[in-house]
């Protein structure tokens, strides 16, 4: 099993334990809650029946799994975590999807939540500390914030030559103004000259590509984000197109074409 797919399977496994010793009682539901689609999250699907298989639950037999897809309207996710609170839900699981982790976490405070974010859950006010979290929310932090800057020295290593190096971030995200700090403070120790681009929809995206085809031989940075995740074959498409280097945090960006 790849290593985000045990994540899901495991955060799902471990939000339905306390349940395993009580499986002759009512069945347990969990609210699934994403703002992507399930066609595009179709591995991290896989990867959180398996788990949740490997600790004795299967959907259908002793398990109801809610689902809800935002389709990539984040505006929906609100209304969304509201159906799952009045369905009372046994937990929601919220992975890979900072939306949808943020508006759960705003629809309930007894509900337990369980999350994956790229960043500092503490910082995001998702828990009070790594050791203890407290409230209802717990979760894995996947480093994706921390691993920016890396892709960012591999990008240089690659294609030395490139000026500038953009880095494409979703306005809406709200780690992106922290983000682009500290890649910024990294580029300066890098000696790369550093563009910021943003795109919060379907043709700003092409925007940002139209901008970076205005000025050839450069390269460009994808950010973590699930907004992009769910327009990685636009995104791709769009760097061949444009003969843009470009550097993804998630191998379905390659999958879909990006090289």
Do not use: C
Not at 68 to 95: C, M, Y
Not at 117 to 133: E, F, Q, T
Not at 169 to 190: C, G, I, T
Request: net charge positive; proline share 6%; glycine share 10%.
């Amino acid at each position: 099993m790849r290593r985000r797919e045990f994540i899901i399977g495991f955060g799902g496994a471990v939000a339905l334990a306390p349940f395993a010793a009580h499986s002759q009682q009512a069945t347990p539901v969990i609210g699934f809650l994403h703002s992507g689609t399930s066609e595009q999250n179709a591995n991290r699907l896989a990867g959180f029946r398996k788990g949740l298989a490997e600790s004795g639950f299967v959907e259908g037999k002793n398990l109801t799994i809610e689902y809800r897809w935002a389709n990539g309207q984040a505006h929906r996710l609100p209304e969304l975590a509201s159906e799952l609170v009045q369905r009372q839900v046994s937990v929601i699981v919220a992975v890979s999807s900072q939306p949808a982790t943020l508006a759960a976490k705003a629809a309930t405070s007894n509900i337990p939540i369980v999350f994956t974010w790229p960043g500092d859950p503490i910082a995001a006010g998702l828990v009070s500390s790594l050791n203890r979290p407290g409230g209802n929310a717990t979760g894995i932090g996947t480093l994706n914030d921390e691993l920016a800057a890396k892709r960012l020295g591999l990008l240089r290593e690659v294609v030395p030559q490139a000026k500038p190096i953009s880095v494409l971030f979703n306005p809406a995200d709200p780690s992106a103004e922290a983000m682009s700090k500290d890649l910024q403070a990294h580029a300066k120790r890098l000696g790369v000259q550093l563009q910021l681009l943003y795109a919060g929809n379907d043709s700003e995206i092409d925007a940002a590509f139209t901008t970076l085809a205005l000025k050839p031989g450069g390269a460009v940075l994808v950010n973590a984000d699930p907004f992009f995740f769910i327009r990685r074959e636009q995104i791709t498409a769009l760097a061949t197109r444009h003969a843009v280097p470009a550097i993804y945090y998630d191998r379905e960006f390659a999958v879909s074409g990006g090289g």
